[in-house]
């Protein structure tokens, strides 16, 4: 009814004994190579995650150098240019005290201008020749008040005509003078510490 199991030989039992054998060992030959290679996979991302590491740190190191290197020149563009803005400070204050007075002897120009049209004019009285005398004191106090702050007149008559300094508004032909020689002087010209308030208005020999 029942199909009973025969018992192995004893040659059976040998032969199944050396197959579990051969299994169990080639189990284990099979473990033990995934296991090497894990442990040589694990070996090979360690190794690549320290070179990475190592060329970040190279290139955070070359970063930082190159912004160091940027800040200074940053720093040194600024204080060029203080150096420069202290010396173009110095210099406008300067020249603004040097010719601080330049716009009040500006305006007096045209008063000197009134004396000298004033001492043109003849005198044919007694009290005329008092009151010009008063008007000359009066002019050349002026005119050393001025000179004191730095104006001087512009020499013109008997002198080359320099555009610079003189305003030619006539010629004249003069056979006794040299050509471009000024040979009148109509309105006087003023410098101030070397600056031209007003150039010399002249008449020029052709």
Do not use: C, W
Not at 2 to 16: C, Q, S
Not at 65 to 77: I, S
């Amino acid at each position: 009814m029942f199909n009973e199991k025969k018992p192995l030989t004893k040659e059976e039992t040998i032969a199944a004994d050396i197959e579990e054998s051969s299994v169990e060992e080639q189990t284990g030959d099979n473990d033990t190579l995934n296991e090497e290679s894990a442990a040589a996979e694990n070996s090979a991302e360690e190794q690549e995650i320290i070179e990475e590491t190592e060329e970040s740190e190279e290139d955070v190191i070359a970063r930082l150098q190159d912004e160091v290197e940027a800040e200074q020149n940053k720093y040194l563009r600024l204080l060029a240019d203080y150096d420069n803005f202290k010396r173009r400070s110095q210099k406008d204050r300067e020249i603004a005290s040097k010719f601080r007075s330049q716009s009040l002897l500006t305006d007096l120009l045209p008063v000197l201008d009134n004396f000298e049209r004033a001492m043109a004019v003849e005198t044919k009285s007694d009290d005329a020749a008092s009151i010009m005398k008063g008007v000359d004191m009066v002019r050349k106090s002026l005119l050393e008040a001025v000179k004191r702050e730095g104006l001087e007149e512009i020499p013109a008559v008997g002198e080359p005509f320099d555009p610079n300094f003189h305003q030619a508004v006539m010629q004249e032909k003069d056979d006794n003078a040299e050509p471009g020689i000024v040979l009148q002087e109509l309105q006087k010209g003023y410098t101030l510490k070397g600056r031209v308030l007003r150039p010399a208005m002249v008449k020029v020999n052709e």
